[in-house]
């Protein structure tokens, strides 16, 4: 085993880790059908990216959000602990002098009420004056990984995105072609079908981390301006409906779940599904959801999304 000289950022991110291991040992039994992380999935990553000046990451959870590092987004959060990340929780609305410390900042599955049934939860989870106040720190330099899953999370966050020139869909995405069979949710983006696009995020730093195949669980439709550089194109038979139902639907043909964005000096990814950033498993079968799903390089997708943030990758 190593030996560590525990300097304080070190300390705060151990910290966080063990807090995160005590509350999943409380939560016990859910119910039947629910999605929760994956206890079993492997966070450890071989070769850290980090080793010392650990990037500091904000994760947000002052805004309803369905995500948390301590819930259905813990193996999200322990993968960027073990790449050498330092992940602080944000319970405090976005201001100026909360972001100026921190490298990234990441947005997962926020909302207007309290819960996603809840009446008003599609209104905007984010004040003007926090939109303008992140806005103006990426601009500045700052790095934002905003997602936003199908309804009603994309409409909790499409005034939020419209300040880096992108149009959230706000409904559900569907695309039998180019889906696991019987799950025309379940999308799949690969190097073989054409929607998984070349970017440094999808070719990584070498030949070990390129992106060959990603799955999606249902998610919206993302439509970026001008210097908006898709990494998951959705096809020309993709679909986005106001509800699950699918009996009313628009084409998203050519418009994507996964943006990179260079803004100023700084740099956005938004992505339009959140499952496939996480691991979960769901259902009385424990059906497997995001990077644990075999076959898939999700695990290599959040590795590669955080470098290109921080900049290891150009």
Partial sequence: MRNYQLKEPM???????SLSCALLLSVGVTALGQQMADVHFNTRVEKPAYSKNYPRVLFDEAHNNFH???????????????????????????AKELLKTFKVLVIANALGAE?????????????????????????????????????????????????????MSKGWVRDPDHSQPDAPGALIFSRENKLLLDHPITQGRNQTERIDRVQTF?????????????????????????DRTAEKSVSVAGQSQGLAIKFGKGRVVMMGEAAMLSAQVSGPQNRPMGMNVPGSDNKQLVLNIMHWLTGLLK
Avoid: C
Wanted: aromatic share 10%.
């Fill in 11 to 17: 300390i705060a991110r151990i910290a966080l880790y």
């Fill in 68 to 94: 948390t590092a301590s819930g259905r987004y813990k193996p999200f959060a322990e993968l960027l602990f073990s790449d050498g990340y330092q992940v602080v929780v944000n319970r405090k609305p976005f």
């Fill in 115 to 167: 819960d996603m049934d809840d009446d008003g939860a599609d209104q905007p989870a984010f004040t003007d004056e926090e939109a303008d106040a992140v806005r103006d720190w990426v601009r500045g330099g700052g790095s934002l990984l905003l997602i936003a899953d199908h309804a009603p999370f994309g409409g909790a966050a499409a005034s939020f995105a419209k300040r880096f020139n992108v149009t």
């Fill in 218 to 242: 249902t998610g919206q439709a993302l439509k970026g301006g001008e210097g908006a550089s898709p990494f998951l194109k959705l096809s020309d038979t993709a679909i986005d409906s106001a």
